[in-house]
């Protein structure tokens, strides 16, 4: 199981506001590099978002569903990104001050990612995840800025 953990100048409600546009996911997650659909359910329990990983033409079609979604406080999926497999991740926002902390923890299920050794693998998805809460900041953090006025 591998954990990361981000301060985003937002609040957590515009976490959760990201995170619930399932458009959106392949800005953030790293590894997902296109939507193909959105359930209408989203982001509801049991909803899916059906992505693709990869990169052209090598693209794998594959899907991500919502096993909790408790906002603003955390969120869990079920993220299927084959060859790799099957993982938990669990994201918890914890308020602090005018922001907040993201949480986010992976831990592989299925598939080969599971049978890889935690030492081995922890340490590459913690990387990963680096980047992952990098760009869900980006994503928040750009949302929590007021509108620059047109130029003239």
């Known amino acids: 199981m591998a ?32 939507m193909r659909t959105v359930d209408a359910a989203w982001p509801a329990p049991e909803a899916r978002l059906h992505h ?27 993220a299927k990104g084959w060859p790799f497999g099957t993982a938990t991740v669990e994201l918890d926002v914890i308020r602090d001050g005018s922001g907040c902390t993201v949480r986010i923890t992976e831990n592989p299920r299925h598939g080969p990612g599971a049978l890889v050794p935690k030492p081995v693998r922890d340490p590459l998805i913690k990387i990963r995840n680096t980047e992952t809460l990098r760009r869900l900041a980006f994503l928040v953090e750009g949302e929590a800025r007021p509108a620059s006025p047109p130029s003239t």
């Open 3 to 34: 954990t990361n953990e981000r301060r985003i100048s937002a609040a957590p409600e515009r976490v959760f506001g990201v995170l619930a546009d399932g458009w959106l996911y392949p800005t953030w997650v790293v590894g997902a590099s296109r």
């Open 52 to 78: 693709s990983v990869g990169v052209w033409p090598l693209l794998l079609n594959d899907e991500t569903r919502i096993l909790e979604w408790q906002p603003p406080r955390r969120a869990v999926l079920e």
